[in-house]
């Protein structure tokens, strides 16, 4: 499991930030689940930012449902207007360097743009990138991916499909969906 190599770490009760004195961060089990399906570097800059985000006071959560893409659900997501990326290329959730982050606020219990914001400029301190400030253009048009967050500090995704890293992290990333998904 990505989490146990990494962190040596079985179950969240463990899961410590590692500021003296910072309180574990608790995981639901579809979060657990998302974070072991991540690169593992990225499952660990999710950890940080999580456990940022909740100090500051922000409820965010990782979604379970746009950890890992398939190859056919990205072309779907393409062909629906949900993703630039076409059918047939390398993208970031497809090798477990992209996540979406699910951040209601509890008094109007919508989607809080502003706390997505603030996630964004510390995601993008360390290292990350955030895309909910930017507009990508679809076959269909226009989006704007307010909850989607990458993790890739040292490439472009241009320079990334030709490193032969991307075909290994392509194979690890299904391997990891076959056994957690």
């Given amino acids: 499991m990505a989490f146990d190599l990494l962190l040596q770490r079985e179950t969240d009760t463990n899961w410590a930030r590692d500021k003296p004195g910072a309180l574990p961060l608790s995981f639901s089990p579809a979060e657990r689940k998302a974070l072991k399906l991540l690169e593992p570097s990225t499952a ?12 500051h006071g922000i409820p965010a959560k990782v979604s379970g449902q746009s950890v890992i893409y398939t190859p056919a659900q990205a072309a779907e997501f393409y062909r629906t207007g949900k ?11 497809q090798v477990g ?8 606020s509890p008094e109007t ?10 996630v964004g400029v510390f995601v993008r301190s360390r ?9 990508v253009i679809t076959p269909k048009g226009p989006i704007v991916d307010l ?5 890739h500090p040292e490439w472009d995704i ?4 030709r490193l032969p890293i991307a075909q290994t992290e392509l194979k690890a990333a299904q391997r990891r969906a076959a056994r957690y998904g």
């Fill in 44 to 55: 660990a800059h999710v950890v940080e930012v999580i456990g940022w985000a909740r100090e």
């Fill in 83 to 93: 993703s630039a990326i076409a059918p047939g290329r390398i993208d970031w959730h």
């Fill in 97 to 104: 360097r992209a996540y979406h982050l699910v951040i209601i």
């Fill in 109 to 118: 219990k919508q989607l809080d743009h502003g706390a997505y914001a603030r």
């Fill in 127 to 135: 290292g990350g990138d955030w895309l909910g400030d930017k507009t």
């Fill in 147 to 151: 909850a989607h967050y990458e993790y």
């Fill in 158 to 161: 241009a320079t990334y499909r």
